[in-house]
């Protein structure tokens, strides 16, 4: 089992939706990380979080460390939001920080 | 200003062969990070430099070692190359260490291994 899980794997959803994109991890982390990576490649660092809450525009960012759980929101969904969208947990270990990414969602929204 | 640039941007290489994969951090970052993606396996954490130092390392063999110079430029190695090590090769820059909050990422390397 990874330590860090995502679902849905895949989501596709109308223009102007609400998503949702959801991120749980089995270890303790000092931050997770939310990632946006679009067709070509190229990743782009939306969020870091540690608790709370944090919104950037449409998009925002939820984390419960006690459930070990962290959500990424879209409002007003639109078809440029389309991508993979990746969370990452920060892992301490013996002084090895480590990066843990989940698998990813592939997000497409439909004009 | 500047991105972070990556080069090369495409690679073929044979088992066997090593390969040396180049990442310019933003001007002013200290900090380096790379990172493996492949479909199998999704992104995986490889290593992280910071003042010419490795401060954490992600779960690949020996095979794969870096290093990063005083201008911040990194380079990535890979000997006795495999199949399996045919991926996307991302690095990110940051201008501290530990803080992925305010990474640019790459364009990315991508390595074919035949």
């Known amino acids: 089992k990874n330590e860090v899980e995502q679902s849905p794997q895949n989501l596709t959803a109308q223009e102007g939706e609400f998503i949702t994109i959801n991120c749980s991890y089995s270890?303790?982390?000092?931050?997770l990380h939310w990632l946006q990576q679009h067709p070509g490649g190229g990743i782009v660092s939306l969020f870091m979080?540690?608790?709370g809450k944090k919104k950037h525009g449409r998009l925002i960012a939820t984390i419960n460390i006690q459930e070990k759980h962290s959500s990424l929101h879209i409002t007003a969904s639109h078809p440029r939001d389309s991508a993979v969208y990746i969370c990452?947990?920060?892992?301490?270990?013996?002084?090895?920080?480590?990066?843990?990414f989940g698998t990813g969602t592939r997000l497409t929204i439909i004009p | 200003k500047a991105g972070v640039t990556q080069t090369p941007r495409y690679l073929i290489k044979t088992r066997g062969q090593q390969v040396t994969l180049s990442c310019s951090p933003i001007?002013?970052?200290?900090?380096v990070s790379w990172y493996q993606q492949t479909p199998g396996q999704g992104l995986q954490f490889l290593f992280e430099?910071?003042?010419?130092?490795?401060?954490n390392k992600g779960n690949f063999p020996g095979r794969f070692s870096g290093r990063q110079f005083s201008n911040s430029r990194s380079e990535m190695n890979v000997s006795t190359l495999e199949l399996g090590d045919s991926a996307l090769y991302l690095c990110?820059?940051?201008?501290?260490?530990?803080?992925?909050?305010?990474?640019?990422f790459g364009s990315g390397t991508r390595l074919t291994v035949v």
């Open positions: 990110a820059s940051s201008p501290n260490h530990g803080q992925l909050d305010g990474y640019t």
């Open positions: 270890v303790g982390i000092s931050a």
């Open positions: 979080l540690s608790s």
């Open positions: 990452a947990g920060r892992i301490s270990n013996i002084g090895n920080e480590k990066l843990t």
């Open positions: 001007s002013g970052h200290r900090s």
């Open positions: 430099y910071f003042s010419e130092t490795q401060r």
